[in-house]
């Protein structure tokens, strides 16, 4: 089992409706777990921290949960600039330095 | 500017050559990683340093090699030794706690 699991999508979604996908960890240790974002042969860049319960940034909302140990992003109003490959990582805290990374989920947002 | 750069961001290897990929970052961060991304695939971490002149192997360090002579640059080696070193090449650093950090924009090599 890989130590972090998302579905690869693509999740087609037309613009201005709402999307939702999980990441689900499997070291119930992790302390910590972000939500990147990566464009097309681009780097990945922070999109959100999620800490504690979850978190809201504009039309993003992550949350955590940790007793089925999956942490979600929901993106509402979708844009297009919103399609992108959205990474999973996972602090595993127990093991320095070396973040869990998910293959992440693609989101296409159509006209 | 602050950030992470990260040269060159294309480069062709021959079988059998080294190459070295140069990572400097202005943001005084003491930590900083090697990462591999190959299509399909999550980042899979090569090396990390927390601090000058020690650093530790990832998951994949087998024909790759680092230094960390200065806190500020931390590049990247990969030796004839690593058989399929085609792919996309991210250098990130962070604070000490392990916790965000950020990448630089990725170096492409490709073997011909």
């Known amino acids: 089992r890989k130590e972090v699991e998302q579905d690869p999508g693509p999740f087609n979604v037309p613009e201005g409706a709402t999307v939702a996908f999980n990441c689900t960890y499997s070291?119930?240790?992790?302390?910590?777990f972000f939500w990147y974002r990566q464009d097309c042969r681009k780097e990945p860049k922070l999109l959100m921290s999620v800490y504690s319960s979850g978190n809201e940034d504009g039309r993003f909302t992550a949350q955590l949960n940790r007793a089925s140990q999956y942490i979600s992003l929901l993106i509402r109003d979708s844009k297009l600039s919103d399609s992108a490959t959205y990474l999973c990582v996972v602090n595993p805290a127990d093991s320095w330095g070396k973040l869990q990374f998910g293959a992440g989920t693609q989101v296409v947002v159509t006209p | 500017d602050g950030g992470i750069t990260q040269s060159p961001k294309y480069l062709f290897r021959k079988e059998g050559q080294n190459v070295t990929l140069s990572c400097e970052q202005n943001l005084n961060h003491d930590a900083m990683y090697w990462y591999r991304q190959d299509p399909g695939q999550g980042l899979r971490l090569i090396y990390y340093?927390?601090?000058?002149?020690?650093?530790q192997k990832g998951d994949i360090a087998e024909g790759y090699s680092v230094s960390r002579e200065k806190k500020e640059s931390f590049p990247l080696t990969v030796t004839s030794a690593q058989k399929n070193p085609t792919a996309f090449y991210l250098c990130?650093?962070?604070?000490?706690?392990?916790?965000?950090?950020?990448f630089g924009e990725g170096s492409w090599l490709t073997v011909v």
């Open positions: 070291n119930s240790a992790s302390q910590s």
């Open positions: 990130a650093s962070g604070e000490l706690s392990g916790n965000t950090i950020y």
């Open positions: 340093s927390q601090i000058v002149n020690d650093f």
